[in-house]
């Protein structure tokens, strides 16, 4: 199977805002890569197969950081 490829839009303010989101997709077990740009105010998420959408999600909004939107593999999700 392929790798995934989710991007979100995350409500952050400040380098440390995008800190925190790095720090935890950092941790997340299947991460691939990752770039959080403060200045689009996005997070793109390249995972294993075995990561679901909604552990990604999940991991961000653990951050106390809003989502405002998901996509996984160009399909627009819920968040």
Do not use: W
């Given at each position: ?30 991460v ?44 627009p999700m819920?968040?």
């Amino acid at each position: 199977m392929a790798d995934h490829q989710y991007k979100f839009d995350v409500s952050m303010s400040c380098g440390g805002c995008s800190g925190a989101v790095e720090r935890v997709l950092k941790k997340l077990e299947g991460v691939k890569s990752y770039e959080v740009s403060l200045e689009s105010q996005t997070a793109t998420v390249v995972t294993d197969p075995s990561v679901a959408y909604d552990t990604v999600l999940a991991t961000i909004k653990k951050t106390g950081k809003t989502v405002n939107s998901g996509e996984a593999d160009g399909q627009p999700m819920s968040v």
